[in-house]
Nanobody, 121 residues
């Protein structure tokens, strides 16, 4: 069964750091982009950061200079290092992967279960 398993969320004080991980497992032919989106209460889901299989990255303006996305293609895993966290970063963070599943020929988006990140003193 194909799944994206997230880990690393939690509660942190303003100015602190957290590292999120997202591991894709199951029958996977290839993975294109991986990334994170977040959704705060009462707001729409928004892009945080993405990374291509070749390592090109894209960040939301609100996290540039504070967050770093990386990936290990051999492990089908992406990471989001979050530094200098602010209360406005509080949200549920969802991992996303655009991949081709075994037995299929097209790219599709898959999502992780979501991981709560709370920044509060």
């Amino acid at each position: 069964q194909l799944q994206l398993v997230e880990s690393g969320g939690g509660l942190v004080q303003p100015g602190g750091s957290l590292r999120l991980s997202c591991a894709a497992s199951g029958s996977i032919i290839t993975i294109n982009d991986m990334g994170w989106y977040r959704q705060a209460p009462g707001k729409q889901r928004e892009l945080v950061a993405t990374i291509t299989s070749g390592g090109s990255t894209n960040y939301a303006d609100s996290v540039k200079g504070r967050f770093t996305i990386s990936r290990d293609n051999a492990k089908n895993t992406a990471y989001l290092q979050m530094n200098s966290l602010k209360p406005k970063d509080t949200a549920v963070y969802f991992c996303n992967a655009r991949l081709v599943r075994g037995g299929t020929a097209n790219f599709r988006d898959y999502w992780g279960q979501g991981n709560q990140v709370t920044v509060s003193s």
